[in-house]
């Protein structure tokens, strides 16, 4: 028997700008790849979807899917304190015609992890104008929203909040640190600026507006349940509670951790991990949009992220497949999903690497050129019937 999604359920793969463009000179993550080589690898041309987009969006649409999710570059769009660039609005806004073109709904997200250099590499939102600054953004941002029926206007904010601190330590040519939690005062910025922004969007543009979280999908280990808890209130519970009064939340999951008295316990070495060292848990999706589910209540429940990191494409499609089959359990069992976006659409510049392979579409980074995988076509025909 096939499992049905809800009708209108979207089905989608996401991008995001400095991951995909190539050439983001202005931002705090283009001056880490300077500050942190070569701890940190250089995105350079990226994939050049900023000349390419048109090509991506419609090797999208021939498979079958029916979303699109991209980011705006905040750097490009105001490159100087309030200066704006007309040029680069223009840009995005021919995006969003051609998704509309190409029958794809796009989703578009306004801030994803990277800032304009003028607003500060790792202090950007202990600043007391940061909130401001960011609603003067938005302000014109969502003068090109027009026809877009989704907004999320931070993607990830739990971490971005613990970035904003450890990529200082990077750049200072100390390792990443495992297990850091979101800092909570940067956390509580990016809540105001979220509250600040999202009922303006909602007026300018009538789209359904919200912002995604990364959901860990933490469970206690035995006696670890205090801590547990703990953990889980800061890493993701006081965003999600920042949801309960938007359109929808986005749920961004790709693996699930123990949490042990001492606080997350990392992944063991093990073959089945993938290529960021993630353990292999397609269940982590059905767990994420249940804990979503408890905290937010009847907010609706879009999946902005989900994917695997692997060479193997066959792997890409048995995960997927799995996290399908646990989101439409939580659906049966009364979850208000309205949506399923993959990540990523491309094997893209991963955040300082460029090994890990979360694309649909693999690419020539000499040529450019789009090199579609099975895993395009088994979950476009998953999207075109609407089941699994």
Sequence with gaps: ???????????????????????????????????????????????????????????????????????????????????????????????????????????VTLHHFTHPRWLGAHEAWLRDDAVDLFTRYVEQAVTILDGVEWVCTINEPNVLSVNHWSLA???????????????????????????AVAPLVRRAT????????????????????AKHAEVQGIWEDMYLEAARGDDFVGVQSYTSQPVDENGIVPHPEHPDNTLVGWAYRPDALGIAVRHTREVVGDVPIVVTENGIATPDDERRIAYTKGALQGLHDAIEDGADVRGY???????????????????????????????????????????????L
């Design 206 to 225: 009538g789209a359904k507006v919200g912002w995604t979280v990364a959901n860990q999908a933490l469970v206690p280990a035995e006696g670890g349940e």
């Design 341 to 387: 976006v993959h990540w990523s659409l491309l094997d893209n510049f991963e955040w300082g690497r460029w090994e890990p392979t979360f694309g649909l579409i693999a690419v020539d980074r000499e040529t450019f050129e789009r090199r579609p995988k099975p895993s395009l076509g088994w979950l476009g025909s998953v999207a075109r019937a609407n089941a």
């Design 1 to 107: 028997m096939p499992r049905t999604f809800p009708d209108g359920f979207l089905w989608g793969a996401a991008t995001a700008s400095h991951q995909v463009e190539g050439n983001n000179l202005n931002n705090d993550w283009w001056q880490l790849e300077q500050d942190a080589a070569p701890q940190v690898q250089y995105s350079g041309d990226a994939v050049d979807s900023y000349h390419r987009y048109e090509e991506d969006m419609r090797l999208l649409a021939e498979a079958g899917f029916t979303a699109y999710r991209f980011s705006l570059e905040w750097s490009r769009i105001e490159p100087l304190p309030g200066k704006f660039s007309r040029a680069e609005l223009a840009h995005y806004r021919r995006m969003i015609d051609t998704a509309l073109g190409l029958g794809l709904t796009p989703v």
């Design 169 to 195: 330590e990077v750049a200072a040519g100390r390792p990443y640190p495992f297990g850091a939690l979101p800092d909570v005062k940067i956390g509580s910025a990016l809540i105001e600026a979220h509250r």
